[in-house]
């Protein structure tokens, strides 16, 4: 049956071949743009219910004359976070996380991708810091169980610094530290 009888036919209807290929083409497009759609408002509100990124404090750590800037980890969800995912770490950067009371606190690698110099110190006065352990050249760890560090001494705060600033700067136990 051509285009013409197909025209000419009442109260049925008649699609010829090349209609059909139209009609599914169309139907194509349309499932395609509503996906798309869909795709774009979740996207939109997923960026909207998502919590804003931890935004940490910057200071200062120094042992003498050598400086570290160091981003400050004081809250319970920036101390879990750390610097897990980080794929560097500048050379004169760190993370300092701060805690309320002196205690012993074992830190682990588990995601996190670079080695790290981990240090803990105890709080001797305000603004100043006495190192109490040092555990050199920290591991990343990629398994599902990842073992605890575990410093011998009470600490307020532990620095992560990269592995070997301890050694290049000769950090040492008992040294004296200046805390932001």
């Keep these: ?29 349309i499932i395609l743009a509503v996906i798309i759609l869909i795709y774009i408002i979740f996207s939109f509100i997923s960026t909207i219910l998502s919590p804003a990124p931890v935004k940490n404090f910057e200071g200062y750590v120094c042992k003498e004359k050598e400086c570290f800037i160091v981003e400050i980890a004081k809250s319970q969800k920036e101390r879990e976070k750390g610097l897990m995912n980080r794929t560097q770490l500048a050379e004169n950067r760190g993370m300092l996380f701060v805690f309320e009371k002196e205690g012993i606190y074992p830190f682990w ?31 990343p760890c990629k398994g599902f169980f990842c073992p605890s560090i575990i410093p011998e001494k009470k600490a307020k705060y532990v620095l992560e610094v990269n592995a070997g600033i301890a050694d290049k700067i000769d950090l040492k136990i008992g040294d004296k530290l200046i805390l932001p």
């Design 1 to 29: 049956m051509d285009s013409k009888q197909c025209n000419k036919r009442i109260g049925k209807r008649c699609y010829p071949k090349q209609n059909f290929m139209k009609i599914y083409f169309e139907f194509f497009l």
């Design 109 to 139: 690698m588990k995601n996190t991708l670079i080695h790290l110099d981990i240090i803990w110190i105890s709080s001797s006065k305000e603004g100043e810091g006495e190192v109490v352990f040092i555990k050199k050249n920290a591991t």
